[in-house]
């Protein structure tokens, strides 16, 4: 088994991004998670205030989870074997980590595979705002819930860094009449202190969140951020957590983390936080087209296309990778509708007559360009058009791969005709030999087989070649399937026999 780890599968390279396809196509297209949907939690915020320490309490919910266990809290992750973090003003992530073991949930009544994300803390004095843009812009397009940790308040930068993608979400809503581009938000503020006006916890923080977000006394550019905002995103929560104690800081620093050190308000926040942010994620979207890993990895590619385009991205090269992405994914979901539809065709084991692969074809080909067409995509007709094109030629060479297959089958699907050719041959020879022998009742019987095996042959071949009559064709095909074992075994003994039998009879001719 491969060994669980966090992968960088978004490196920083100066000021480009550098995706590590190759790690996205291990663990997000392999046959056994590829076509499964994606939900994705990830993390994002300011350096140094504790984004991956938190995703290791991830990990450990959901591996209790999978192996049935009551308690996570117990213990953190040994070294190693979790997200990097130790305290301090050295940074730790860069570019954008991702465990390696999806978790397998069912979600809406659907297996469905989350994943966890970690990012490169923003802010720091190692980083551009175009890195800071690209890096924080890209968690939030391809996450379904973006946990933004923040430190101690949630203050108008902290807004206005959500300024690209939210202008992302408002551009679909301009465009596309839909709300909730970007699924679910989730502000945790950390260390938080004002519990004298709003208490710890779920509940607490959507008060607080209200007042952050709400217009009043605000200037119109400031009032049109968070309307945005709130149309950005289809839920938007806050969490306020509680500092985790200093005496766990000093542990940390000076010597090995314990859990026992946390402070029990840490420990019964982070209890009710993580189980409630797993619960909460939904598969990935785009458009309303669920996004499967296969997609999540096609999405992240073109996301950091689009972001080394420029120094800082722009909102529509952002919205045309995302509707490419979109549009590759309704494509996809296209020729599986296709595939789906001609099983029957290249299950069977049977030759089908070309008239009848060719309407499936068209009743197949007719339900996935149906599908591509009614499924809501973002952009115009005009950029769907190339896509329905490829869609199209997808559609076609599946096509001849299945009449290739469909005709291969003529040839081996023949033993039906040669065993009945041969059971009318051997019935002949021997009625020959008894017709000499003066065996004349068997010589009937044995000629009326060689006449029923004849006539049953040419009607096999006929409906073979034409396609007609299938269900005579197979009932053919069954009864000499049944008498396989014993046409093998007189072919065997019916040579000897003829042969013997033969020169009994050419003797009897000479003695005369």
């Known amino acids: 088994n491969t060994k669980m780890a966090v992968v960088e599968v978004v490196g920083v390279r100066g000021s480009k991004l550098h995706v590590n396809e190759q790690a996205l196509q291990d663990i997000l297209c392999n046959e056994e998670i590829a076509g499964l949907p994606a939900a994705v939690i990830c993390v994002a915020g300011i350096f140094r205030s504790g984004k991956s320490f938190l995703l290791n309490f991830f990990l450990k919910y959901l591996a209790c989870e999978e192996a049935e266990a009551a308690e996570w809290l117990r213990e953190l992750p040994e070294d190693g074997t979790g997200f990097k973090w130790k305290p301090g003003s050295v940074r730790v992530t860069t570019g954008v980590g991702m465990w390696s073991k999806p978790f397998m949930r069912n979600i809406n009544g659907k297996k469905t595979a989350l994943l966890l994300f970690d990012t490169q803390g923003t802010f720091d004095n190692e980083t551009t705002m175009a890195e800071n843009v690209r890096i924080f812009s890209m968690a939030s397009i391809f996450s379904s819930l973006l946990i933004n940790n923040i430190q ?55 008060r607080y969140l209200a007042t952050v977000l709400t217009h009043e006394g605000r200037s119109p550019e400031l009032t049109q951020l968070r309307s945005n905002i709130r149309e950005s995103f289809s839920s938007i929560d806050c969490f306020l957590m509680p500092r985790p104690g200093d005496d766990f800081i000093d542990a940390c620093e000076f010597g090995k983390p314990d859990m026992s050190k946390l402070r029990p308000a840490f420990v019964e926040n982070l209890r009710q936080f993580v189980p409630w942010a797993v619960n909460a994620v939904q598969p990935k979207t785009v458009a309303g087209t669920t996004v499967s890993c296969r997609d999540l990895s096609l999405l992240i590619v073109q996301c950091a296309t689009v972001f080394n385009q420029d120094d800082m991205p722009k909102v529509d090269g952002l919205f045309d990778a ?191």
């Open 152 to 206: 101690g308040k949630i203050s108008e930068d902290n807004l206005q860094n959500l300024q690209l993608f939210v202008g992302f979400g408002h551009m679909v809503k301009e465009r596309e009449g839909q709300k909730g581009a970007l699924q679910a938000t989730c502000f945790l503020v950390r260390d938080w202190e004002n519990t004298s006006t709003f208490k710890h916890g779920l509940e607490e923080g959507g």
């Open 322 to 512: 995302v509707s490419r992405v979109n549009h590759l994914t309704v494509r996809l979901g296209a020729v599986e509708k296709y595939v789906a539809s001609m099983q029957p065709v290249e299950t069977s084991k049977k030759y089908m007559s070309p008239t009848d692969v060719a309407t499936a074809h068209t009743v197949s080909r007719e339900l996935a360009m149906q599908y591509f067409d009614s499924t809501h995509k973002l952009g115009s007709q005009a950029f769907a058009e190339p896509f329905r094109k490829e869609l199209d030629t997808d559609i076609e060479d599946r096509y001849r791969m299945l009449q290739e297959l469909n005709a291969a089958r003529r040839s081996s699907s023949l033993f039906t005709v040669v065993a009945l050719c041969a059971i009318a041959i051997v019935s002949n020879v021997i009625s020959t030999v008894f017709y000499y022998l003066g065996l004349s009742p068997l010589v009937s019987l044995l000629s009326s087989i060689t006449w029923l095996s004849v006539v049953a042959a040419l009607v096999w071949f006929y409906c073979h070649t034409t396609g007609e009559f299938p269900e005579v064709r197979d009932h053919l095909d069954a009864a000499v399937d049944s008498l396989r074992p014993f046409v093998a075994t007189a072919a065997t003994k019916a040579a000897p026999l003829v042969s013997s039998a033969s020169g009994l009879v050419g003797g009897d001719k000479k003695s005369q």
